[in-house]
């Protein structure tokens, strides 16, 4: 019984093309987020949702939409693929809302691999 | 604002030894710190954390770390490693205010050597 779920594992997919990424948690928690990690690794994150309201929105291209249908589910759309935005993307979730929610464990998927050609 | 630094990008060791992995951190502000380790083709999982309290902090799988506020670290050591423990490791931090997002650090690559 995966806790964060991430849907495709891998996407590959031509430059232009419009493309999402879906995730699914089952823990309960009130937070989600998306991080964008680069081909050294680094990661960074990119949006936050408590409550199916956006609390952090780095700065990212507006091709990047966010989708909070409900608290268990976030969905990453981004549009116009570019080469850049080849790197692998993971979602994550955290129990708790409020000022509390800084020291709250992160849950992560296992990540969605996305190449552009 | 806070930011992590990770000293050393990749770490190798033989197997049984020792590991010391390095993290400073900066902020203005209190901080909770946090270790996540990723492991080949996965997500991050957490290893331990700093909220208040004692200094050394005990995690899974045989790992701690000591959270040094003078020295802004939070160094994370292993007395004896495996092959099993072959993964990226994460430092992390994020401050005490409302919403703060965690801000992790570049990864150091720790790879055990049979």
């Known amino acids: 019984d995966t806790a964060v779920s991430q849907t495709p594992k891998y996407l590959v997919t031509q430059m232009g093309n419009d493309k999402s990424i879906k995730c699914e948690q089952n823990?309960?928690?009130?937070?989600m987020y998306w991080y964008k990690q680069d081909s050294k690794k680094f990661l960074k994150i990119m949006f936050s949702?408590?409550?199916?309201?956006?609390?952090i929105n780095e700065t990212v291209p507006n091709r990047f939409s966010p989708k909070s249908p409900d608290k268990a589910h976030l969905n990453l759309h981004i549009n116009s693929l570019e080469l850049g935005d080849s790197a692998v993307y993971f979602c994550?979730?955290?129990?708790?809302?409020?000022?509390?929610?800084?020291?709250?464990?992160?849950?992560f998927g296992a990540g969605t691999r996305l190449s552009v050609l | 604002a806070q930011s992590v630094t990770q000293l050393d990008s990749q770490v190798p060791v033989f197997e049984e030894a020792p590991v010391e992995l390095r993290c400073n951190y900066s902020s203005s502000v209190s901080v909770y710190l946090f270790w996540y380790v990723q492991y080949p083709n996965q997500g991050l999982q957490l290893l331990l954390k700093y909220l208040s309290g004692s200094t050394l902090v005990k995690g899974i799988n045989g790992f701690e770390a000591e959270f040094n506020k003078s020295q802004t670290s939070f160094h994370l050591r292993k007395p004896s490693v495996h092959i099993s423990d072959t993964a990226e490791y994460f430092c992390a931090v994020s401050g005490w205010t409302s919403y703060d997002k965690v801000i992790f650090g570049p990864g150091t690559s720790l790879s055990v050597i049979p």
């Open positions: 949702y408590n409550n199916k309201e956006l609390i």
């Open positions: 823990l309960g928690h009130d937070t």
């Open positions: 994550a979730s955290s129990q708790g809302a409020g000022g509390e929610l800084a020291k709250n464990i992160q849950y």
